[in-house]
C-alpha cells in the first residue's frame, strides 16, 4: 500500500492513514486501500478490534482536491494512474459522478460501519468533511484536546458530504449550525453532544485508544458482534440507513446544479476551498 499502513498488534488490527505531507487528504487510490485494510481487519479471526488512527498532524483534511481537479477534468496526474477514478463527467455528467461517489464515499463507509468488529478511531488535529467519514463509521471515537471536526462544503455549493451521518452524531440543530457555519467544532463540544467518547492529551492518544481497544478484546467476539449489531439495527429501524442513502441523493442535486450552472461539479474556486481547510 502507499498511502496506508496495516499492522495487527496482538488482536487490535490498526489501521494508519499515512500522507500526511497531505494531512491525510484522501483521494481515489487511498480510499480503495483504506478498504482493503479494512478488509483485511474484518477477515483475521485474531482480530477484535480495528483502530483507524493517522501519522502527522492531522487526522484529514477531507477530499484531496488536488486529485478531485486531475480526475474530473481528465489532466494528467498522481490521480491519472487510478483508472477507476477518472470520471468522464464532461461525457457521462451527473451518472459518472453518482457512480464513482456512491462506491467510494458513500458506500466504503456504510461498509465500515457494519463490519462486525469494534472499530475506534483516534483523532487527532483538523478532521474535515470527507475526514468525517472515515472516522464517523467507528464505534468509537478518542479524539485529542486539540482535535477539531468541521464541514464546510456548504461554501462549495453542496449541502454536506456524502455520508450523512450528521444529525444522528450531533442531533439536528447542532447538524444544521456545523453545516450553515462551516465552523469547526472542538474536542471538548463534540465530547458534549456524544460524538467522541473520550477527549486525552495530544501525548497520550494512541496509548489511550490501545489501551481502550485492548481492553475491548478480552470480550467475546461473538458477544461484541451481537452488541455492535444490537444498537446498529436499532439505528437503522430508526431509520438510518435509508436516511443516509436519501441524503445521499440529496447531495447528487448539488453537483447536478452545479454542472448546469458553471458546467462543474462544484460551484467554488478549489485553490480558494483549499485556503480555507487549511
Known sequence: MTYINYEKIDRVG?????????????????????????????????????????????????????????????????????????????????????????????????????????SIAAVQGACIAGGLMLCWPCDLIVASEDAKFSDPVVRMGIGGVEYHAHTWELGARKAKEMLFTAKSMTAAEALEFGMVNRVVPRDNLLDETMALANEIAQMHPFALAQAKRAVNQTMDIQGFYTALQSVFDIHQTGHGNALAVGGYPILVDLDQMKKTNN
Do not use: C
Open 14 to 118: 490498526v489501521i494508519t492513514l499515512d500522507r500526511a505531507d497531505k494531512a491525510n487528504a484522501v483521494n481515489g487510490p487511498m480510499l480503495d486501500e483504506l478498504d482493503e485494510a479494512w478488509s483485511m481487519a474484518a477477515a483475521d479471526r485474531d482480530v477484535r478490534v480495528i483502530v483507524v488512527k493517522a501519522n502527522g498532524k492531522h487526522f484529514s483534511s477531507g477530499h484531496d482536491m488536488s486529485g478531485s481537479n486531475e480526475a474530473l477534468s481528465g489532466e494528467k496526474g498522481a490521480a491519472q494512474s487510478d483508472q477507476s477514478n477518472q470520471l468522464d463527467w464532461k461525457e457521462r455528467g451527473l451518472e459518472a459522478l453518482y457512480e464513482w461517489e456512491s462506491k467510494r464515499y458513500l458506500g466504503y463507509s456504510r461498509r465500515w460501519r457494519d463490519i462486525p468488529k469494534p
